[in-house]
C-alpha cells in the first residue's frame, strides 16, 4: 500500500511550487490530467524507505506542462497557472490535505509577490543599460530627497554628539533649543516618504511610512513644540539621538542602492540596527507622552470643550492615553515590516549564494 509524502508548496502570480519530502526518490512519476496531480516515487519519507503517491485537485486550472528537480532530500515540482492571478488556497477542497502546508522558505504574500517582480524586472533592465541617479528623473528625485535627509540627520546626530562632550548633563536640558528648527524640517520633509509609497514611486506599503511619520510629527509638534516645560526635558536628548541614529543609516543606505552600489557593512548595519533602536526610540516617545499628561491636565492644552449641560471640557490627556496604545499597536505593525525585510534580504542572499 502506497504511502502520502509530506508536501510543502508556495505560489507565484504565475507558478505553483510544491516540495515533496522524499529522500533518494526513484521511478518519479509526476502527471497532470484534468486539473489533478497526480505523483508517485519511491523513496524514503516520513514511514520509511517505501512507494509514495499523492494527487492534488488545484483550485483553477494550470497548464499540462511539468517541470520538476530531484535532489538527495526532496523533489521540488514547478507548475504554470493557465491564467495569471493569485490564489486563495491551492486545492478545490474546503479542508486543505493533511500531507499539506505551506513551504514558508518560498512563501510570499501577495504584495510581497508583487515587489518581487518588480526587483526581477529592474535587475533585467540593468542588464540592458542601467537606470540610475543621473540619467533617470525619479531616480535623480529619490537621489535629492535621501541626500538632503541625510545630510540634516547627520548634522543633527553630529551636533548633539559634540555639544554633549563639551557641555555634558547641562545640554540634555538645552537639546529642543539647539536642535529643534533642523529636526522641523526632517521631519516635515519626511510625509514625502509617505506620498512616495501611496503613489509608487517606492517599493514600500504605506502604513508603515504612515505610522512613523505621523507618530514622530505627533512627538515633536504636539508633546515638545507645544508645551514650554517639555521642552526643557531630558527626555527630549534621547528621542532625538535614538531617531537620527537610525536615519544616518538608513538614508546613505538608499542612496547607495539608487547608484546600485552595495556597502555590506552598511546593509549590515541597515537591517541590524533597527532591532534595538526602533524599540527604543518608541519607548524614549512613550516617556514623553507619560510625562506630558499630567502638563496637559494643568494647562488645559487642547482640551475639547463640551456643551454645559454635559461639562466643561475633556482633557486632551485622554487622548495621549489612547496614543500610547496605539504606539504599541504601531511597534507592533512597524517591527513586523521591518523584519519581514530583514528576513527577506537575508533569504535574497541565501539565493545568491
Same mark, same amino acid.
Given at each position: 500500500?502506497?504511502?502520502?509524502?509530506?508536501?510543502?508548496?508556495?505560489?507565484?502570480?504565475?507558478?505553483?511550487?510544491?516540495?515533496?519530502?522524499?529522500?533518494?526518490?526513484?521511478?518519479?512519476?509526476?502527471?497532470?490530467?484534468?486539473?489533478?496531480?497526480?505523483?508517485?516515487?519511491?523513496?524514503?519519507?516520513?514511514?520509511?524507505?517505501?512507494?509514495?503517491?499523492?494527487?492534488?485537485?488545484?483550485?483553477?486550472?494550470?497548464?499540462?506542462?511539468?517541470?520538476?528537480?530531484?535532489?538527495?532530500?526532496?523533489?521540488?515540482?514547478?507548475?504554470?497557472?493557465?491564467?495569471?492571478?493569485?490564489?486563495?488556497?491551492?486545492?478545490?477542497?474546503?479542508?486543505?490535505?493533511?500531507?499539506?502546508?505551506?513551504?514558508?522558505?518560498?512563501?510570499?504574500?501577495?504584495?510581497?509577490?508583487?515587489?518581487?517582480?518588480?526587483?526581477?524586472?529592474?535587475?533585467?533592465?540593468?542588464?540592458?543599460?542601467?537606470?540610475?541617479?543621473?540619467?533617470?528623473?525619479?531616480?535623480?528625485?529619490?537621489?535629492?530627497?535621501?541626500?538632503?535627509?541625510?545630510?540634516?540627520?547627520?548634522?543633527?546626530?553630529?551636533?548633539?554628539?559634540? @555639544?554633549? =562632550? /563639551?557641555?555634558?548633563?547641562? *545640554?540634555?536640558?538645552?537639546?529642543?533649543?539647539?536642535?529643534?528648527? &533642523?529636526? %522641523? #524640517?526632517?521631519?516635515?520633509?519626511?510625509?514625502?516618504?509617505?506620498?512616495?509609497?501611496?503613489?509608487?514611486?517606492?517599493?514600500?506599503?504605506?502604513?508603515?511610512?504612515?505610522?512613523?511619520?505621523?507618530? @514622530?510629527? =505627533? /512627538?515633536?509638534?504636539?508633546? *515638545?513644540?507645544?508645551?514650554?516645560?517639555?521642552?526643557?526635558?531630558? &527626555?527630549? %536628548? #534621547?528621542?532625538?539621538?535614538?531617531?537620527?541614529?537610525?536615519?544616518?543609516?538608513?538614508?546613505?543606505?538608499?542612496?547607495?542602492?539608487?547608484?546600485?552600489?552595495?556597502?555590506?557593512?552598511?546593509?549590515?548595519?541597515?537591517?541590524?540596527?533597527?532591532?534595538?533602536?526602533?524599540?527604543?526610540?518608541?519607548?524614549?516617545?512613550?516617556?514623553?507622552?507619560?510625562?506630558?499628561?499630567?502638563?496637559?491636565?494643568?494647562?488645559?492644552?487642547?482640551?475639547?470643550?463640551?456643551?454645559?449641560?454635559?461639562?466643561?471640557?475633556?482633557?486632551?490627556?485622554?487622548?495621549?492615553?489612547?496614543?500610547?496604545?496605539?504606539?504599541?499597536?504601531?511597534?507592533?505593525?512597524?517591527?513586523?515590516?521591518?523584519?519581514?525585510?530583514?528576513?527577506?534580504?537575508?533569504?535574497?542572499?541565501?539565493?545568491?549564494?
Amino acid at each position: 500500500m502506497a504511502l502520502t509524502p509530506h508536501v510543502y508548496w508556495a505560489q507565484r502570480h504565475d507558478d505553483i511550487y510544491l516540495r515533496v519530502e522524499l529522500t533518494d526518490a526513484q521511478n518519479i512519476s509526476v502527471k497532470v490530467h484534468e486539473n489533478v496531480l497526480r505523483f508517485r516515487a519511491q523513496g524514503r519519507g516520513a514511514k520509511g524507505q517505501n512507494e509514495y503517491e499523492f494527487s492534488l485537485e488545484f483550485l483553477l486550472p494550470v497548464k499540462p506542462e511539468i517541470s520538476y528537480k530531484s535532489t538527495q532530500r526532496q523533489v521540488n515540482i514547478t507548475l504554470q497557472k493557465e491564467q495569471r492571478g493569485w490564489w486563495e488556497k491551492l486545492t478545490v477542497h474546503e479542508r486543505k490535505p493533511v500531507f499539506l502546508a505551506p513551504d514558508f522558505d518560498r512563501w510570499l504574500d501577495e504584495s510581497d509577490a508583487e515587489m518581487e517582480i518588480q526587483e526581477r524586472e529592474e535587475k533585467l533592465k540593468a542588464k540592458h543599460g542601467p537606470d540610475n541617479a543621473f540619467d533617470n528623473p525619479k531616480l535623480g528625485f529619490l537621489f535629492s530627497y535621501n541626500l538632503v535627509q541625510f545630510l540634516g540627520f547627520s548634522w543633527i546626530f553630529i551636533n548633539m554628539t559634540v @555639544r554633549l =562632550f /563639551i557641555f555634558g548633563q547641562d *545640554f540634555l536640558y538645552d537639546t529642543f533649543h539647539s536642535i529643534s528648527k &533642523v529636526m %522641523f #524640517f526632517c521631519q516635515i520633509l519626511a510625509s514625502v516618504e509617505v506620498l512616495n509609497a501611496a503613489f509608487g514611486v517606492v517599493r514600500t506599503r504605506v502604513l508603515p511610512s504612515l505610522i512613523q511619520v505621523v507618530g @514622530r510629527n =505627533f /512627538i515633536l509638534f504636539i508633546i *515638545f513644540g507645544s508645551l514650554e516645560e517639555m521642552q526643557n526635558k531630558p &527626555v527630549v %536628548f #534621547f528621542v532625538f539621538y535614538l531617531w537620527s541614529s537610525i536615519e544616518i543609516i538608513r538614508y546613505p543606505f538608499y542612496l547607495l542602492s539608487y547608484c546600485d552600489i552595495e556597502w555590506k557593512t552598511l546593509t549590515w548595519l541597515r537591517y541590524t540596527v533597527w532591532i534595538p533602536l526602533y524599540p527604543l526610540g518608541v519607548l524614549a516617545e512613550a516617556v514623553a507622552v507619560i510625562q506630558a499628561i499630567p502638563m496637559f491636565d494643568e494647562t488645559k492644552l487642547f482640551s475639547i470643550p463640551l456643551p454645559k449641560p454635559i461639562g466643561t471640557s475633556v482633557s486632551f490627556s485622554y487622548i495621549l492615553y489612547i496614543y500610547l496604545v496605539l504606539m504599541v499597536l504601531g511597534l507592533y505593525i512597524n517591527f513586523c515590516h521591518l523584519y519581514k525585510l530583514r528576513m527577506r534580504r537575508i533569504h535574497t542572499k541565501k539565493k545568491a549564494t
